[in-house]
């Protein structure tokens, strides 16, 4: 059973910092994806940062040079620095996984279609 576990986030100030920590567990696979959403209240879940099993990533432009995304994939590990927080950063931060063996396309997509997605850690930044 694929668990994942997010832990990290927290009530900052503008310009401030958290390093957000998703434990993963269960999840195997040679080809994979990993990412970052956020949801803020009365908003759409937007996908903030992924990373996949061939070196690529990507970054949603409202984050690009203040957050990053890496993994440890010794200890099944997915992690999000933020630096630089804003107001509007402030949401429930999810991370999700996803096999994308033979699989052709986008790695968000797949991960919006089939990903398994833990529950979730607010970060909440104040002006």
């Known amino acids: 059973q694929v668990q994942l576990v997010e832990s990290g986030g927290g009530s900052v100030q503008t310009g401030g910092s958290l390093k957000l920590t998703c434990g993963i567990s269960g999840f195997s696979a040679i080809h994979y994806c990993m990412g970052w959403y956020r949801q803020a209240p009365g908003k759409e879940r937007e996908g903030v940062a992924h990373?996949?099993?061939?070196?690529?990533?990507s970054y949603t432009p409202s984050v690009k040079g203040r957050f990053t995304i890496s993994q440890d994939i010794a200890k099944n590990t997915l992690y999000l620095q933020m630096s630089s927080l804003k107001p509007e950063d402030t949401a429930m931060y999810y991370c999700?996984?996803?096999?994308?063996?033979?699989?052709?396309?986008?790695?968000?997509?797949?991960?919006?279609?089939?990903?398994?997605w833990g529950l979730g850690t607010q970060v909440t930044v104040s002006s």
């Open positions: 999700g996984v996803v096999d994308t063996e033979g699989r052709e396309g986008s790695c968000l997509r797949f991960l919006e279609e089939s990903g398994y």
């Open positions: 990373i996949d099993s061939d070196g690529g990533y």
